[in-house]
Structures are given as structure tokens and as C-alpha cells.
């Protein structure tokens, strides 16, 4: 049974459920910041999907990149899964500025953390659901 890591859900806002993935907003306002998560159990590494898992995943996070070039016209989209911290398989989907806090350095580190303030998070929710409906209709 799938279970969502607790840093995940702390560090998180979510927004949507796609194929395989659930979708979350990274709770940090300095970034336009996307996290998938596949929806399978015990799941730490990309070989850990079956073959046909790794090709949804990867529209997957086209799709996500697609959503946050359509809301924030980015210079640059960071894509990367590490997993030093939180073990669990999990994409980052970063939407970049060269104006941003830590451009060109990464992300992890640049600034104090912050969260989204709660009626902000609603907006950047909504648009989001919003931009992932426009784009899988465009898609389709």
C-alpha cells in the first residue's frame, strides 16, 4: 500500500493525482516547485518501476513541465531525483529564473525556508489544477 513519506507530506501542499503520480507543491515560495511521487509502495529507485511505470513517469514530468512553462514562463526547468534525504522515489520539477535566489547555483540551501502564505497557496493550487487540465486536454 502506498504511503506518502512524512517529510514529503510536511514539506508539501498537494494538488493533484494523475496516473501514477500524486502531484505536490514544494511548500517554499522562492521557486515554482513541483514534486511528483509514483503512487506504488516501497518504491526508491526508477528501476524499482516496471518498464511501463518509467514511460507514464516520464509524461509525467513532461506534463509537469509543460504546466509550469504555461504558469511561469521559466528560463530553465530543473528536473532531478535524488533521494539523499527522503528515501522514498520522488521528482523534482523546478521552474527557474536567472533573477531567482540562487540562480545558477541549485536550489537546496539558497534561502531560509519559508511556506507559501495560506491564501496563496490556494491561488497557486487552483492554477495549477487548472494549467494540468488545460495541458492533458491539449495533450489528448
Do not use: C, Y
Not at 508539501?12 to 507543491?25: D, F, N
Not at 518504491?43 to 511561469?72: F, G, K, N
Amino acid at each position: 500500500m502506498f504511503t506518502l513519506d512524512p517529510r514529503l507530506e510536511g514539506d508539501t501542499i498537494p494538488v493533484i493525482q494523475l496516473g501514477l503520480s500524486t502531484v505536490l507543491l514544494m511548500d517554499e515560495p522562492a521557486w515554482p516547485w513541483l514534486i511528483l511521487v509514483p503512487m506504488r509502495a516501497d518504491v526508491r529507485e526508477l528501476t524499482d518501476l516496471s518498464a511501463d511505470e518509467r514511460q507514464v513517469l516520464i509524461e509525467e514530468i513532461a506534463l509537469a513541465e509543460r504546466v509550469l512553462a504555461r504558469l511561469h514562463r521559466p528560463d530553465k526547468l530543473n528536473v532531478g531525483a535524488l533521494g539523499n534525504m527522503v528515501p522514498q522515489l520522488h521528482i523534482h520539477v523546478i521552474a527557474r529564473h536567472t533573477t531567482d535566489p540562487a540562480w545558477p547555483r541549485p536550489v537546496w540551501g539558497a534561502v531560509e525556508r519559508t511556506r507559501h502564505p495560506p491564501a496563496a497557496a490556494a491561488d497557486m493550487v487552483a492554477a495549477l489544477r487548472t494549467a494540468f487540465a488545460a495541458e492533458a486536454r491539449s495533450d489528448g
